[in-house]
């Protein structure tokens, strides 16, 4: 039987006292690599295109679908390598529940938590996107929502993915198999026309692409394509890797 | 209310038996004590009580209440100390206290006010702001017990408390934990140690291959199984025939090893000088210990 009780705020409050200690280390973490593609790419390769791409310069087309991929990478991190190191190297999972907080409370509490960090990474980069005048819509606004659903959604697939692994390298598979190429297929660096009609379709099932299309739509003030298919794909899955991952790792820890 | 009754509790993985149908109940205000080889499955049973291993048979109740119905009730209520040390090596002594203060939703002025007294209970005040990974082995096991403590547990669940100790942390915890006795906390303990099982535990109970073989106050079991006294003779000069033999007057259980023999008696002074007549030489006369009831009754091969 699965249950989830508010006690999950703990561990979440747990990992942020945590996190304090560690802020700036965290901070260029997480930043790093998408500035890194920001630039590098945005700026680097765009200045070879002479077409706009979708109406729009090439750093414009990609600054929008860096902001979730960040997002992305940061839940990702967080419930796969620092949860299995919490949950086996350093027992810190054995440790809390043998309190009255059981083992739902803290998954739930790492996977929020997993989409917190997401929500600070996509902001972070978002204001470095507004800073190089690449928004232009007040719908940015809702950003934050939409990188806490995309934070949740991956967080909760990288847990289900710790709560399997027998060890760290169990991950690479977990990066190279399923995150990398979706982060190369979700339509943040091409739009997905570019792509024959099989690759197309599988992005399509992609929730990072729904993210990206909603994300552009967003920081351009435009009207997305599909909108309730987009907000669909997002949260559906989510809910269902979320428990998932609860019960996996609970049949994982209590036996 | 009982701390904990157990009947026919029984734990079974895919293809062992790790506990095998075991019944005990601890006393209120009791310490009690599992010991037993490795493997034994003392610290399986320690698991179903803090509701960190669900039975597979059998009724459990600790604190009067089930922990497969009720695991956060009895959580509530337990001081936990597994074998291995869990602090959180992200978080300094003092936060370790106050963080898990607050899985147990004890407001924060109040976890900080019992956390400065734990600290001084287990003599750790000068390490408050410390990280864990400064800590010596002793230190780190003081402060794991201090987190046992953070919620005025109504039971106490030590799983081997000295273990990998030098001697003198060995007896600061052994003092600790009977001043805790002395304020009539419950304990459960379970230890490799017999000296420390002697020295704190008002029952034992003696484990193997998943059953309990005895339980019984320390001194009473010495007395059952072995008597008062032993008799340790090296089989260096002589064999177990002859010793049997020169032994056949006296009223001695004896047990040989390839290098020892070992006699229970009542008294063994009349055996000790006849042997010494007899031109013994490596030869002891000491009190019997809860180690040879626990040798006898588990055997002296060595578990895997």
């Known amino acids: 039987m699965i249950k989830v009780s508010q006690r999950w705020i703990k561990v979440w409050y747990r990992n942020y006292i945590s996190f304090l200690k560690f802020f700036y280390v965290n901070l260029v973490g997480n930043l790093g690599d998408p500035i890194l593609y920001l630039v590098a790419m945005g700026f680097g390769l765009g200045a070879f295109l002479g077409n706009k791409i979708e109406g729009m310069s090439y750093v414009q087309f990609l600054a929008p679908g860096i902001i979730v991929s960040s997002a992305m990478f940061a839940a990702v991190y967080e419930c796969t390598f620092e949860s299995f190191l919490k949950m086996i190297h350093l027992r810190t999972y054995d440790a809390i529940i043998v309190t009255p907080v059981n083992i739902e409370d803290v998954v739930a509490g790492d996977v929020v938590w997993g989409a917190t960090k997401a929500m600070l990474s996509g902001l972070m980069m978002f204001i470095v996107v507004a800073a190089f005048g690449l928004v232009h819509s007040w719908w940015s606004l809702l950003i934050p929502v939409l990188i806490f659903l995309v934070g949740f959604h991956f967080a909760s697939f990288a847990m289900l993915i710790t709560a399997m692994a027998p060890n760290f390298d169990y991950f690479s598979y977990f990066l190279e198999l399923v995150i990398t190429p979706m982060f190369f297929f979700c339509g943040i660096f091409f739009p997905l026309s570019q792509f024959p009609g099989w690759v197309q379709g599988l992005s399509g099932v992609f929730p990072l692409t729904h993210a990206v299309e909603l994300s552009r739509a967003l920081v351009m003030g435009t009207v997305p394509a599909r909108p309730v298919t987009n907000i669909l794909f997002l949260i559906i899955p989510s809910i269902g890797l979320f428990y998932w991952a609860v019960w996996r790792m609970k049949k994982r820890m209590i036996k | ?304």
């Open chain 2, 1 to 304: 209310m009982l701390p904990v009754t157990a009947k026919n509790l029984t734990k079974k993985y895919k293809d062992t038996v790790a506990v095998n149908g075991i019944d005990f109940a601890v006393q209120e205000k009791e310490c009690f004590g599992f010991i037993g080889p490795n493997g034994a499955g003392k610290t399986t049973t320690m698991k179903m009580i803090y509701c960190f291993v669900p039975r597979t048979g059998g009724e459990l109740l600790v604190l009067d209440k089930d922990p497969s119905i009720h695991p956060e009730m009895v959580k509530a209520d337990l001081g936990v100390v597994p074998q291995d040390n869990n602090l959180d090596e992200d978080l300094n002594v003092f936060t370790n206290l106050t963080m898990y203060a607050n899985y147990f939703n004890i407001p924060h002025g109040i976890a900080r006010v019992k956390a400065k007294e734990l600290l001084a209970f287990v003599q750790l005040t000068e390490k408050e702001k410390v990280k864990i990974t400064e800590l010596s082995s002793g230190m780190k096991r003081r402060l794991m017990i201090a987190r046992g403590l953070i919620n005025d547990p109504k039971l106490l669940i030590l799983d081997e408390p000295t273990v990998g100790l030098d001697p003198q942390a060995r007896h600061l915890i052994w003092d600790r934990l009977r001043e805790l006795k002395s304020q009539n906390v419950s304990m459960i303990i379970t230890t490799h140690y017999m000296d420390e099982a002697t020295e704190l535990c008002d029952r034992v109970a003696v484990m193997d291959k998943g059953k309990i073989m005895v339980v019984g106050k320390p001194k009473d079991l010495i007395r059952e199984h072995i008597g008062e006294e032993v008799v340790e003779v090296m089989l260096l000069d002589t064999t177990a025939d002859k010793l049997k033999k020169d032994a056949a007057g006296f009223l001695v259980t004896l047990e040989e090893t390839s290098q020892k023999c070992y006699l229970y008696c009542q008294d063994c002074r009349p055996l000790l000088s006849h042997l010494t007549d007899k031109g013994y030489k490596h030869i002891l006369r000491r009190p019997a210990t809860l180690e040879d009831v626990f040798l006898k009754l588990t055997g002296r091969d060595l578990v895997d």
